[in-house]
């Protein structure tokens, strides 16, 4: 009798070690934010009224403008906004062209050579549109003077479609061209986007 006990006492410990081992799907090696259908976007952004202001939204992949494309156009198009379901107000939103379908770092300004007539991306940009004081901005690089918004986008993975495209972007943004337009500092920005072509 206590042969048995013993056994089941050993069996129930044994069964409840190895529940306790198995991994969730929504354990941390696994995080949601690397899913395809939980895109979202987080930055730091210095400047104007911001001080080291954590900003971040997610963006709902089932609205047509959201999302990551290589298709024909051989670069990397991604745009990201709030836009709730069914809506069709954005407050804050995130546009990237990279140029190349794949994984690797560019410079914010690198040519992308691989366009097809009529496309208006010709160089590596990122581009932040968020409200500040009420107010909607869109800040962007510099298209006339480069030098005053250097920055860098890093593709950190770039799945087929269906899957995720994830990176990170840094830099100096800014509100309008020239020497006085106002600047803002990027750091620790951060995307996943689901890839649609």
Excluded: W
């Excluded at 056994?7 to 995080?31: E, M, P, R, W």
């Excluded at 670069?75 to 190349?100: E, H, M």
């Excluded at 030098?147 to 950190?156: A, F, L, R, S, W």
């Amino acid at each position: 009798m206590k042969k048995t006990q013993l056994l089941i006492a050993f069996a129930l410990l044994i069964s409840v070690a190895l529940a306790s081992c198995s991994k969730d799907k929504n354990d941390a090696g696994n995080s949601s934010n690397n899913n395809p259908g939980n895109d979202s976007v987080t930055y730091i952004i210095n400047g104007g009224s911001f001080v080291n202001k954590h900003i971040s939204f997610h963006s709902d992949p089932k609205q047509s403008q959201n999302g990551a494309s290589a298709g024909h156009i051989g670069y990397l198009k991604i745009n990201l906004t709030d836009t709730p379901p069914g809506g069709s107000t954005v407050t804050q939103g995130l546009d990237i062209a990279y140029p190349q379908a794949t994984t690797g770092t560019a410079n914010v300004n690198d040519p992308i050579n691989n366009i097809y007539p009529g496309n208006t991306d010709k160089h590596a940009y990122f581009l932040l549109q968020l409200q500040e004081n009420g107010k909607n901005r869109i800040l962007d690089r510099d298209s006339e003077n480069p030098i005053n918004t250097p920055g860098k986008i890093n593709i950190t993975k770039c799945e087929s479609v269906g899957g995720v495209v994830e990176g990170d972007f840094s830099g100096t943004v800014s509100d309008g061209t020239g020497s006085n337009a106002p600047k803002y500092t990027i750091t620790k920005g951060h995307f996943v986007v689901t890839r649609k072509s």
